[in-house]
């Protein structure tokens, strides 16, 4: 018994080990990109000062309309209406696109939820984290994960949809085994007990091609 606890607690470990690593590659990824766009603001204003010394006035105002347009393409904020729910999804949205995966998010969330929002976010962490994962595996033209969220009448409706490598995954009981190895699997777990706590459902499909999660957690 004390050689099983011992083995579940560096499992644990291992596993924290791991989010810690996750959430600090996030981060620094975000940071990266501010540094980024400090980098072309001062680059931009450089280049208006320009056409303002010379008095190019039609030439600012071209300029202006690209930077307009550029910010409109490039704005890809998620804006749910839950704080909490933005910083998650767009932390891993960030992480997503640093490896070169396409994420489609359609998300609507109520400011107020019946269920903790520390829930939801370990919720969507998790989900993101395996979608992830998988998508590492695909060539870099075939990596997408669609996100969507809404209320279902007096539900809070979770889906996501990632693309495997083409086949089924293997299915222990009713849960699908990890492809992580020995010490993962504890997302799915957490998941799990999370939406049976809040008295939830939870569906997981795979077929050919892609791996559905749908979670729906009441809210009354």
């Known amino acids: 018994m004390g050689f099983l606890s011992k083995r579940i607690d560096r499992q644990i470990a291992a596993y924290q080990r791991e989010l810690i690593e996750t959430h600090y590659r996030e981060v620094d ?15 931009h204003i450089q280049t208006m000062k320009a056409y303002a010394a010379s008095g190019d006035l039609d030439a600012i105002r071209r300029y202006l309309d690209l930077l307009d347009e ?7 904020v998620i804006k ?12 891993k949205i960030s ?63 979770i889906s996501f949809t990632n693309f495997t490598a083409g086949k089924k995954l293997p299915k222990v009981g009713s849960r699908f085994r990890s492809t992580k190895g020995e010490g993962h699997g504890f997302g799915l ?3 799990d007990t999370i939406v049976e706590r809040l008295e939830g459902y939870i569906s997981r499909n795979s077929e050919d091609g892609a791996f559905t999660t749908e979670i729906l957690l009441p809210q009354v």
């Open 29 to 43: 990824n975000m940071y990266r990109q501010i540094r980024g766009w400090r980098h072309d603001y001062r680059n």
């Open 70 to 76: 550029d910010l409109t393409t490039v704005d890809t």
């Open 80 to 91: 749910t209406g839950n704080p909490m729910t933005d910083a998650i999804l767009n932390s």
């Open 95 to 157: 992480l997503a696109r640093s490896k070169d995966i396409q994420v489609i998010a359609d998300a609507h969330v109520p400011v107020r939820l019946k269920s903790s929002e520390i829930d939801l976010c370990c919720i969507l962490g998790n989900l993101f984290d395996n979608a992830i994962e998988a998508s590492m595996k695909l060539p870099q033209e075939q990596r997408l994960i669609r996100v969507y969220m809404d209320m279902k009448n007096t539900q809070l409706y």
């Open 189 to 191: 777990v957490r998941i």
